[in-house]
């Protein structure tokens, strides 16, 4: 968890809601966010922190959300930005 090294650091990249109707893949990132930062408090403290001290996590849950609210909203089968 050192900022200054990150840079240097392998990313592991984690993203969702590219296309709009992609209802689902926001939540799967959330999950797997939640996950991440829930284990360390279990017996998979060392191994989670091992991961956290080695790879740069780039999290982003929801890359277009306003194409996901129109196909919520509107238009069901809508799949690009707004």
Known sequence: ND??????????????GIHAREW???HTVLYIANSLLSEIDTGLKSQVTSMLDTYQFVILP?????????SRTHNRMWRKTR
């Open 3 to 16: 900022l200054a090294n990150a840079d240097s650091k392998p990313m592991i990249w984690i993203d969702g």
């Open 24 to 26: 689902i893949s926001s």
């Open 62 to 70: 929801m890359s277009n959300p306003d194409g996901y609210e129109y």
